[in-house]
């Protein structure tokens, strides 16, 4: 067994990759575990306060939907959620995976597979390392481009400060080759490093070539900050970091460790921590037994926030029996998990005419490099499949779930983390998700006072407040969206005809958190509001569109009301208003932004973040000029946000739905096919059974009719405001 460790220089805080390298060979044992819920067992899993998770059998003499609430009416529990039963039914047919089998199956990766169907994102894995082949095979359809950047026309297209930018960045070479380098004084394992450790987290799966990452479709964004000999310094990598997060990565693995700390990497780490970017990294390794990090530190597996902030999710690595790698570091205070990081196969460099780097894949590859990984792929999962739980509900979920394996280790017991289980992750998830209900928030179209109010699904309201003054009754349109990076929605709201262009951003109690002017405040046709994360800085920005009388713009604020850019969606002789949503519909990974008339007989038509047209379709006949109120969500669930539109005023209250190509695949009436006032809609989460579902609105001269559909049209709840004649019509907003 061959050791490499990179070289170190205290002077400049380089740091280092330490991986093991066995030579193995290729074989061909394809073989799977797949995931089938077995309803016969009633079990449930349940995770108290400390972090255990127990198996504890239905109580009897409560109905099913009482259980959850039994459970967690007990002291000391956290979560309860249904226990999901599995067998086999699947064999992904990568040729590679019998030798991927062992450790892939302790950390129950192809348990969860099976259930990826209902994965809405393809989360963004920032690969900071040697450098990663992307023409191999394995890797290639999963490799992050950047949509706004040509290729090879050596300008900064998208002005990011990278010119050619298009697949990452070489902070090494500084060019836009992030592929390894054969610098002077190369090593293999070094050049392979990177390729390795990207194919660990994401190579595709189940695509009859080489071999399966843990996270099928995650995108891998490769960026170089380690030369040819392994060696890298806190510039390459701090500037990587701020990269990854300017440019929307989800997770950052970091599989190398320094002996030094330095207050520029920790400056990076803790705005990436704040951006709601996760980051991996790696424990280390030493030639001989692994180093307490508690009394040796290492960074940046050990770079948290100065007051216990978990911003590095430390991985220690573990062989077959799930006893601490020999090598591998460990220690409370720096290590949150453990993976398998002993004889690993994976994607490796290929160079034509090379015979040292003849094989696309190969192994067996050890070390805590390539047990980080792992915990980078379960985290892209999770995400994918639950995008709306917070990155640190991802990271606690990850670290509550594993297997404690204190008996394989005990005289390390409470030192190397639990064990990686991804199966039991997405179990817990599954209930945070069932919890995470979005709010309902209605207010007046026009004829009342600008009163906001928030409901559950039943119609129970549970907040109320003013957003303007009581005196104004010109209506309020709505949105939510988490405006501050906290997790939590807020309400965005924005004056109706006869109102300035007041915007507001409030607490879902109410409290104004900010406001501003979205255009001179001379103008009083009204403003419309929508919230999307346009720069991807994990923070929605508010997006506002004008109301009538004016020359139809949208523009684009921070949470300050700082205007960050605006275009012009239609010709400037129109003036009747603009409607506006926002979403990713096109499954790119950046947000679009969907505009429609408020006035006339114009197209539906989707922008890029900078305000470029990327398509149009016409939502009703051409015959109809009343305007159309629109909204952006996932209604048919196959991962993909469609755009659902609804007719405003002198339109029958005609709710359809088209996916990203303009096609309508749902369309039905939520109010009698009589009624002229037209429709407000929204989509939301409101009865937290994590289908997303249609929220709809009376226009004016509607009664205050609050009803609530499934992706069928079937109505799954309704209620009615104890506004006795009110006919002035009901804006609505929810979360996604």
């Not at 090494?172 to 090593?187: I, L, M």
């Not at 639950?386 to 204190?406: C, E, K, N, T, Y």
């Amino acid at each position: 067994m061959l050791v490499f460790m990179g070289q170190l220089s205290r002077r400049r805080s380089f740091v280092e990759i330490l991986a093991i390298f066995l030579i193995g060979q290729f074989l061909v044992f394809p073989a799977v575990l797949s995931a089938a819920e077995d309803s016969k067992n009633c079990d449930w899993a349940v995770l108290m306060t400390t972090g255990e998770v127990s198996r504890q059998p239905c109580p009897t003499g409560l109905e099913d939907e009482l259980v959850k609430n039994y459970f967690e009416s007990l002291p000391g529990v956290k979560l309860a959620s249904p226990v999901v039963y599995y067998h086999p039914s699947l064999v992904p047919d990568d040729p590679g995976y019998g030798y991927q089998k062992n450790y892939l199956e302790a950390i129950k990766a192809p348990q969860v597979w099976d259930q990826l169907d209902s994965a809405t994102l393809r989360p963004i894995i920032a690969i900071l390392d040697s450098g990663v082949d992307i023409d191999n095979t394995d890797l290639k359809n999963n490799i992050w481009f950047n949509p706004w950047e040509v290729a090879g026309d050596n300008v900064d297209n998208d002005r990011n400060g990278f010119v050619d930018d298009k697949y990452g960045w070489d902070f090494v070479a500084r060019n836009s080759d992030p592929k390894p380098k054969f610098d002077e004084g190369w090593t293999e394992v070094a050049m392979q490093h990177g390729t390795v450790v990207a194919g660990v987290a994401a190579a595709v799966g189940n695509n009859r070539v080489g071999v399966t990452g843990v996270a099928w479709a995650a995108r891998i964004m490769p960026l170089r900050v380690l030369n040819g000999q392994g060696i890298g310094d806190t510039v390459t990598v701090a500037q990587a970091i701020n990269y990854a997060v300017q440019n929307g990565a989800d997770i950052i693995n970091l599989s190398f460790v320094g002996h030094l700390s330095d207050p520029v990497l920790q400056d990076a780490i803790k705005r990436a921590f704040a951006s709601g970017v996760l980051i991996v990294a790696a424990s280390g390794n030493e030639q001989g037994a692994g180093v307490n990090l508690n009394l040796q530190p290492q960074y940046p597996v050990c770079d948290d926030g100065p007051n216990g902030e978990n911003q590095v999710i430390g991985v220690a690595a573990i062989d077959e029996s799930d006893r601490i790698a020999e090598f591998s570091n460990f220690g409370y205070r720096c290590i949150d998990v453990a993976a398998p990081g002993v004889k690993i196969f994976s994607t490796q460099l290929q160079v034509a005419g090379d015979s040292q780097f003849k094989d696309a894949y190969g192994g067996w590859w050890s070390g805590t490099s390539v047990a980080a990984p792992l915990v980078s792929g379960a985290l892209a999962v999770l995400k994918s499949v639950f995008p709306r739980l917070s990155p640190s509900q991802l990271r606690d979920l990850v670290i509550a779930s594993g297997d404690q394996i204190d008996n394989q280790n005990p005289y390390l017991a409470g030192q190397v983390g639990r064990r990686l289980n991804l199966q039991q992750a997405f179990t817990l998830a599954s209930g945070l998700k069932s919890a995470q209900k979005s709010p309902l928030v209605i207010a007046p179209a026009s004829a009342y006072s600008p009163l906001v109010e928030t409901f559950d699904i039943s119609g129970e309201q549970i907040t109320s407040f003013m957003a303007y003054h009581p005196s104004f009754n010109g209506g309020v349109n709505l949105a939510l969206g988490d405006i501050n990076g906290d997790g939590k929605p807020e309400i965005i709201t924005g004056a109706r005809t006869g109102g300035g262009p007041h915007i507001k951003i409030l607490n879902q109690q109410g409290e104004t958190l900010s406001q501003f002017m979205a255009f001179p405040e001379a103008f009083h046709g009204g403003v419309t509001v929508a919230a999307g994360d346009i720069n991807a800085d994990k923070k929605d920005e508010v997006i506002v569109g004008v109301g009538s009388g004016g020359v139809p713009t949208v523009r684009i604020f921070d949470e300050l009301g700082n205007l960050q850019r605006q275009f012009t969606p239609y010709d400037i002789a129109y003036t009747g208003g603009v409607n506006v949503a926002a979403g990713d519909v096109d499954r790119d990974g950046l947000v679009d932004i969907v505009v429609a008339p408020q006035t006339g007989k114009l197209p539906v038509r989707v922008f890029d973040r900078f305000g470029r047209l990327q398509y149009q379709f016409e939502a009703y006949p051409f015959t109809f000029r009343g305007g159309i109120n629109v909204a952006v969500g996932d209604i048919d669930g196959n991962g993909s946000l469609d755009i659902l539109t609804a007719p405003g005023a002198g339109g029958g209250p005609q709710v359809r739905v088209f996916n990203e190509r303009g096609k309508v695949i749902t369309q039905f009436f939520a109010y009698a096919k009589t009624f002229r006032g037209g429709a407000y809609v929204a989509v939301g989460d409101i009865d937290g059974d994590g289908s997303q579902d249609i929220i709809t609105t009376p226009g004016a001269g509607g009664s205050p009719h609050v009803r609530v559909f499934n992706n069928k049209g079937e109505v799954k709840a309704q209620f009615f405001l104890p506004r006795p004649n009110f006919y002035g019509g009901l804006t609505v907003a929810a979360a996604r």
